[in-house]
């Protein structure tokens, strides 16, 4: 016994569903690459010194020195959890760090 063909509507009809759904993606794809802001912004809490400095092109030595720290000891800490530890106000060491970053 063989199997029945599938009818030409249906194949149409998948054809149509995949080609609709592939432009919808491919728009939406379009529109989110146009509309991405290229300035990464202020520097916040959650961000760590590795992040900031990958982010803002900032050399080790400036982070390390703007923070206070040893070189490495800073690792995988956020801004917020650096600032608890040395026991200063979150809002000087944002400021510190954001007058290291290029604008």
Excluded: C, N
């Excluded at 199997?3 to 080609?19: E, K, Q």
């Excluded at 206070?68 to 510190?96: D, M, V, W, Y």
């Amino acid at each position: 016994m063989t199997r029945a063909a599938p009818r030409p509507r249906r194949l149409i009809a998948a054809f149509g569903l995949a080609l609709v759904l592939f432009i919808a993606f491919a728009l939406h794809a379009l529109w989110v690459v146009t509309h991405l802001d290229p300035s990464p912004g202020p520097v916040q809490a959650w961000m760590t010194p590795g992040y900031i400095m990958r982010t803002y092109d900032i050399p080790p030595e400036v982070m390390t020195q703007t923070l206070g720290l040893e070189p490495g000891s800073a690792r995988g800490k956020t801004l917020e959890e650096i600032a608890t530890e040395r026991g200063i106000p979150l809002e000087a060491l944002l400021a510190s760090v954001q007058a290291v970053v290029p604008r």
